[in-house]
């Protein structure tokens, strides 16, 4: 089984986390099983970006993004080369560390 690990956030992992993941689990399906509370304002349909990570290793083994994931992408805070909407980032065999961005566009924090 695949760990995640979560690189410390001041909110919602503030020692960081390390998860053991099953293959084929989104990126946010571990984070919420595990008690981090990440925003997924859309109830993880690929239709916002309050769910936007970093993956910091093991960028590669993750599935391919979409049209419609690369399109919402542009529109994310602090947007790099290894971002994902972490509903649509599926854990595959590799390790992976993560970040999750100090801030989101979200305007109103939801209450999922």
Known sequence: MPKVII???AELAPNGAELD???GTSICEALLENGIEIEHACDMSCACT???VIVRKGFNSLNEPEETEEDLLDKAWGLEPQSRLSCQAIVANEDLTVEIPKYTINHAKENH
């Open 21 to 23: 993941v099953p293959t």
């Open 50 to 52: 309050t769910c936007h």
């Open 7 to 9: 690189l410390a956030h």
